[in-house]
């Protein structure tokens, strides 16, 4: 599993855990996640994702 890091705010998304906050379940791959999806913290899309 990867994590990804909001180049904007610092926010990492870890796929291990998801989000089940906003309905995303552990192990949920950042590639699935909807293309609406926003940085809970900042607001920016998928775009703004990268890598860690």
């Known amino acids: 599993m990867k994590k990804y890091v909001c180049q904007v705010?610092?926010?990492?998304?870890?796929?291990?855990?998801g989000l089940p906050e906003q309905g995303i379940a552990p192990g949920t791959k950042f590639e699935d996640l909807p293309e609406d999806f926003e940085c809970?913290?900042?607001?920016?899309?998928k775009e703004?994702?990268?890598e860690e």
């Not at 809970?40 to 899309?45: A, E, F, K, Q, S």
């Open 9 to 17: 705010c610092g926010f990492i998304y870890d796929e291990e855990l």
């Open 40 to 45: 809970p913290l900042c607001g920016v899309g």
């Open 48 to 50: 703004h994702f990268e």
